[in-house]
């Protein structure tokens, strides 16, 4: 159980099984590259840390904060986050697997338009369902509705 990380602490391309940060304060972290399995992260705040490549399995994030974080490019396969608020978190290129958002509020996220949004071994049905409720968990009706085109005017 880690209750407290440096700030600016480098956990880059580190491995963390069945890790549990509880009531911590995570600012300035990096955790670019690294693997994290069966980890818990509890009533903790996460301010400007990035995940970038990194790979979350069965991690969760319960009753915490997440601000400004990165999850570009990450791999998060079957983790949940539960009570939470997420402010200006992205999720560029990110893949969510079977990933869940119950009681979470969320303002600005960023980029989620270009993350995959997969369920392994669900149906193609159980997977739009599944990025439909991911969507409308995690950013308004506006940002994720496909904006129509405007018609271009005809010259005469």
Same mark, same amino acid.
């Given at each position: ?32 590259? $690294? *693997? +994290?399995?069966? /980890? ?5 705040? %996460?301010?400007? &840390?990035? =995940?970038?490549? !990194? @790979? #979350? ?16 490019? $990450? *791999? +998060?396969?079957? /983790? ?5 608020? %997420?402010?200006? &978190?992205? =999720?560029?290129? !990110? @893949? #969510? ?60």
């Amino acid at each position: 159980t880690l209750y407290c990380l440096p700030e600016h602490a480098d956990c880059n391309f580190s491995y963390f099984d069945e890790c549990s940060f509880q009531v911590c304060r995570i600012n300035g972290a990096t955790f670019d590259g $690294a *693997r +994290l399995d069966g /980890c818990e992260f509890h009533t903790a705040r %996460l301010d400007h &840390v990035t =995940f970038f490549a !990194a @790979t #979350l399995s069965y991690t969760h994030f319960h009753d915490s904060g997440l601000n400004w974080v990165s999850f570009q490019k $990450a *791999r +998060l396969k079957s /983790c949940n986050t539960i009570d939470c608020t %997420l402010q200006n &978190v992205g =999720f560029m290129n !990110a @893949t #969510l697997d079977g990933c869940s958002y119950d009681r979470v509020t969320a303002e600005n996220s960023r980029c989620l338009h270009t993350a995959r949004i997969t369920q392994g071994g669900a149906t193609e049905q159980e997977c739009a369902e599944n990025r439909t409720t991911i969507l409308q968990a995690l950013c308004s009706q506006q940002e994720h509705t496909p904006k129509r085109a405007p018609e271009k005017r005809r010259g005469r």
